[in-house]
């Protein structure tokens, strides 16, 4: 089995690359949706971050107040740390569940923010990182409904880890996937190793 993670900054295009690979064979996986599941009524996230911070966070029908959630944490960054403390395990568990039902020969693309080593980052074998112009990034995410401030939040704390590859998505959808397809020709090279590609 062949892992590819893809990270990057906010409204980067990381979604659009996933779902690139997707159409090309990949099983994609994408981390926000799992966070999304376990914030679901009743869900495991949900007990954490009801544990956590109280049921203050919990909208009526019993699931994690998203935006609540997130309202806070622009204003408390500090506590943005316990939140990856009690999240991320549930997510890396989730993902490995996900991996080991699959066939040994499948290619995997997984999408995340976060690959630290000690949770999603173990299953990776090549990472792609999505990178796009701060204006360009900030545009996606007020049209889809982000604030200045919440983006300037999430743009700050973008982590970063060192890449196999790298797309800059500095143009319109076509130039992006002119370029996803260069990256896809490589992965099916023989000579799909460890190295630093640019595109």
Request: proline residues 3%.
């Amino acid at each position: 089995m062949t892992v590819l993670g893809i990270f990057g900054s906010i409204a980067s295009g990381k979604s659009t690359a996933r779902r690139f690979f997707e159409k090309r064979g990949f099983f994609g996986i994408d981390a926000d949706a799992i966070v999304r599941e376990l914030y679901e009524a009743s869900g495991v996230g949900t007990t954490a971050i009801a544990e956590l911070f109280g049921k203050f966070f919990l909208n009526e029908e019993g699931s994690v107040d998203r935006k609540k959630l997130l309202a806070f944490l622009v204003k408390n960054p500090d506590r943005l740390s316990d939140v990856h403390r009690v999240i991320h395990p549930l997510v890396t568990a989730r993902i490995r569940e996900i991996l080991a039902d699959l066939e040994p020969s499948r290619r995997v693309v997984l999408e995340s923010v976060y690959f630290d080593s000690s949770h999603l980052g173990q299953f990776v074998d090549f990472l792609l990182e999505i990178s796009a112009p701060r204006d360009a990034c900030f545009e996606r995410a007020f049209v889809r409904g982000l604030s200045k401030t919440a983006f300037d939040f999430f743009w700050n704390r973008s982590p970063n880890y060192q890449a196999d590859f790298s797309v800059v998505n500095d143009g319109n959808l076509d130039k992006f996937e002119e370029k996803l397809s260069e990256l896809f020709k490589v992965s099916r090279k023989r000579y799909f190793r460890k190295r630093w590609w640019r595109f």
